[in-house]
């Protein structure tokens, strides 16, 4: 059985749950990279935390998302996505990892309803490798027909696209391998994962060379014992095809993540990883595989270089608030309908907006190809 995630393909036993499958893998192969880990335990097919029935996001799941305050991300995203493409005859918008479909609704809701003329020009595409989760968006976007498709991965997207290219909290919840310093023998070392008495745990094993921090060799004299810096390889490879696959247009990322100062601070010795369940942190990040979320900050001084490599321009790296603040002001600027429909859900906007709610937290990455 094979699913893909980002651009890897899981090979696993037929188990029927996650912590099963992990421990199987280790009992015949041995102690596994953490970024193995963390793809087994969201994305097993029929066993990972993103494949599960239950509601993750929102009150009554693990965590919340910028799309868990309603339409409004939606709104604002549909703005911004015409005003780029103004000049397009036809335009593409391609979102990955659609979850359960909702911001995908509120999006064309927003194109259809303010923006009918352009919204007959839009090929609406999904970028989704999980047959579970596909169901579950045809359901929710049947009503749109065949103006919405979709694809397994970029393997799928035959022709180049024109248009928009974005994802809404995806790339932190792509696998990392978690390096650590040994400060007395001067080297890194991977956090894997073993078992030992029976119970998952943590083992030091040999980094593969792509994933050495290499760039962090000027602060090694300063780095404390064990201090964890991760990369995620499955990220950068996906933004490397995204870049790739787009003709004209915009790909932009929403997610949770760092710049250039931020790779290196004394809070983050155990690095971003994190878990979550029903609302609270979880720090033991091996506890209940399956059962709770698994998230990372995205390291995007890489992604950036890594799209200007494949030939874009950075556009714009700035919080959530501020860029959602700069649409919206642009949206009450013109006044008419959007600006009473965008006034009359002042609250949800101040949640996305606020330096204390998402507005900080959150950060936005676009880049161009003209």
Known sequence: MTVVVGVSTLRVTMSTDAEGIIRGEILERGRMTFA??????????????YEREAR????????YTS?????VLGFLLAAWMVRECAGFETFDVVEAAAHDGRLASDVLEALSRFHSRLAERVRYRILEPSA????VQRRRLAAWG???????????????IRGIVFSNELLDAMPIHRLAWDAGKRCWFERGVTLEAGRLAWCRMEPQAEVVPHDLEPLVDVLPDGFVVERSPAAVAWWRQAA?????GRLMALDYGFDEDDVVRPERVQGTARGYFRHRLVEDLLAQPGAQDLTAHVDFPRLMREGEAAGLTTVEFLPQGRWLGRVATEVFSAGGDRAGWLAERARGLQTLTHPAHLGHSLRVLVQGQR
Request: proline share 6%.
């Open 36 to 49: 193995r880990f963390m793809e087994l335990a969201l994305y097993a097919p029929g066993a990972g935390y």
């Open 56 to 63: 993750q996001t929102g009150r009554g799941g693990d965590y």
């Open 67 to 71: 799309v868990s305050v309603g339409p």
């Open 132 to 135: 579970k989760r596909q169901s």
């Open 146 to 160: 065949d103006r919405v498709s979709w694809r397994a991965g970029w393997e799928e997207v035959n022709e180049p």
């Open 244 to 248: 790739r696959a787009l003709a004209r």
